[in-house]
């Protein structure tokens, strides 16, 4: 007896054990959301490259393109032209693309169009940066360079505080930053002065060009610097010398070279517009089942077909009605005519609704209750008083339908939902449980089984259960260990309590 209770209970925790595992690991791993109207940030980022093809010579136009910018995904991305051949290609850190036209003539318009979402990670990472060549400067630059190098130093620690020191010298404007910038401070001079400070000292930093998403419609690009300091890079804000990729930016362009070049054609305009698009996060998830190695997803009720996805849907709220009777018989001490007969009426109640439903229900029982207890003078063996049975009930069932048809009552139409077999076996038990225990034992058998129905209903039919089951059917091992644990109860019902609570009473 002990090995046996060892045994169902190792089983109970390795089943729950088990789908709570692959349930967090669908979830937290695999993104698929806990409910299906949760959304995923996103963003419609969109690039037009405009210019004048000249008369009739061939057209080669390129511009750079996000590559598996950090923190961000493309879900989707398109490239829009007319007659022109794309292609794209790897150039150290970035990633462009190439239009190409045999002959082109007049003005000319090139789009990209990506969808970008957030991520959590950066599943891309700079590499270890080219050997450093120093740079060779005038004699008033490099003194204005060791100026401020010799200021940074002494309150610096380690590569990237000389860096953010040395941006912060930079924004003193003073005359030292002027021989070195000029007069028009703005982002993309203070980096180059503050790449040229590192250059001397052996640091390798580059500028970084991306996008605000939380601009809308027109963007502009901004520029960080990204210093190297020996294991990895770290971002910096070229005002405030912060370090750290700022929240909704999204790197568009490493290094110097141009974001843009035409050959062919002239007057080139470059511009960038960004909406924000949130995607159904389950949408997401489908696509990324399509798209990854993960067998969880590739192999999953998300990628059935639709018709059969509504299938499942359905017949996945079946064990949670089971369950519900359960709990209703084992623990409260509702009495119904068997466990799938409430279950299936509850099934039913999903097309026909539960008031009309329960009014169809009762009908039908109550005719068919009469033709059995006729039945009951012919002394049928059983086989013959089911098949009649079912007979009459279908009769009923289509005399409902034509009756509510010509009365124009749409919803008893759909009795013919309602399970014969179930109704017609349910007929049969109430019949031997009135000949047997009495009218009032049957009615409350009847009326339980009604109620647990309901009940049963308002599970099966709540929708965020429903797609829970649907999206994670690991929770099914769950749910059948909650089951064997309970199956194990063998102590008083809520109502045999209530009974004997009131025998004691008396006494």
């Given at each position: ?19 709570m ?5 669908r979830?937290f ?9 949760e ?17 009739n010579?061939p ?8 590559y ?20 794209t ?21 090139l789009?990209?169009?990506a969808?970008?979402r957030e991520t ?13 060549k120093v ?18 130093r002494?309150?610096?620690a ?5 860096a ?6 930079l ?14 401070f ?30 809308q419609n ?12 020996g ?16 929240k ?6 490493y ?16 511009s960038l517009t ?16 399509l ?5 969880m997803?590739r ?12 299938t ?38 999903r097309?026909?609704h539960?008031?009309?439903?329960i ?10 209750l ?7 003078q012919?002394?049928l ?12 009930v279908?009769?009923?069932m289509i ?11 749409e919803?008893?139409?759909?009795v013919?939902l309602?399970?014969?077999?179930i ?32 009940i ?10 429903e ?7 690991e ?16 102590g ?14 008396q006494?």
């Open positions: 007896m002990k090995s046996n209770k060892r045994h169902v209970y190792g089983l109970i925790i390795t089943l729950f054990l088990v789908g595992g692959l349930f967090l690991y979830h791993i695999l993104d698929v959301p806990l409910t299906d109207t959304t995923v940030n996103s963003w419609m980022v969109e690039a037009n490259l405009r210019f004048t093809a000249d008369h010579i057209v080669k136009a390129t511009f750079i393109i996000p598996m910018p950090p923190y961000f995904a493309i879900l989707d991305e398109y490239f829009v032209s007319h007659n022109y051949g794309v292609t290609n790897l150039n150290g850190n970035n990633r462009q693309t190439v239009w190409s036209l045999r002959r082109g003539n007049g003005a000319q318009s789009y990209y169009r969808i970008f959590d990670s950066s599943e891309f990472a700079l590499g270890k940066p080219p050997a450093l740079q060779i400067l005038e004699e008033n630059q490099k003194s204005a360079v060791d100026t401020i190098t010799n200021k940074v002494q309150s610096s380690d590569i990237q505080t000389f953010q020191g040395t941006i912060r010298e924004n003193k404007q003073d005359g030292s930053a002027k021989l070195l910038i000029g007069s028009d703005s982002d993309d001079n203070i980096i180059q002065a503050a790449i040229t400070i590192l250059n001397q000292a052996k640091i390798y930093a580059m500028p970084v060009k991306g996008i605000y998403l939380s601009q027109k963007s502009d690009f901004k520029s960080l610097m990204v210093v190297y300091n294991k990895e890079w770290i971002y910096i804000n070229p005002r405030t010398g912060s370090a750290g990729l700022p909704n930016f999204l790197i568009w362009q290094g110097l070279n141009p974001l843009f070049e035409v050959i062919g054609g002239k007057k080139a305009i470059f960004v909406s924000p698009t949130p995607i159904n996060a389950l949408s997401v998830a489908k696509a990324r089942g798209q990854t190695d993960s067998e997803l192999f999953s009720l998300l990628q059935l077909p639709v018709n059969t996805q509504e499942y849907k359905i017949l996945l709220t079946v064990p949670i009605g089971a369950f519900i009777i359960l709990l209703l018989r084992n623990f409260i001490g509702l009495k119904t005519f068997g466990t799938f007969m409430p279950v299936l009426i509850a099934l039913a109640f097309e026909t539960v008031l009309w439903g009014t169809l229900f009762i009908i039908i029982v109550s005719f068919g009469l033709a059995r207890f006729y039945l009951d012919l002394r063996l059983l086989v013959p008083r089911l098949a009649a049975i079912l007979t009459i279908i009769l009923l005399f409902i339908s034509v009756v509510s048809q010509n009365l124009g009552l919803s008893g139409l759909s013919a309602f399970p014969m077999v109704l017609t076996m349910t007929i049969e038990r109430m019949c031997i449980t009135w000949d047997e225990r009495g009218a009032g034992e049957a009615i409350k058998s009847g009326v339980g089984s009604l109620i647990a129905a309901v049963a209903f308002g599970a099966m039919n709540y929708k965020p259960m797609y829970l089951f649907f999206a994670f059917p929770l099914l091992l769950v749910l059948l260990a909650l089951i064997l644990w309970f199956g194990q109860y063998r008083y019902r809520l109502f045999e309590l209530l009974r004997f609570k009131v025998m004691a009473g006494k």
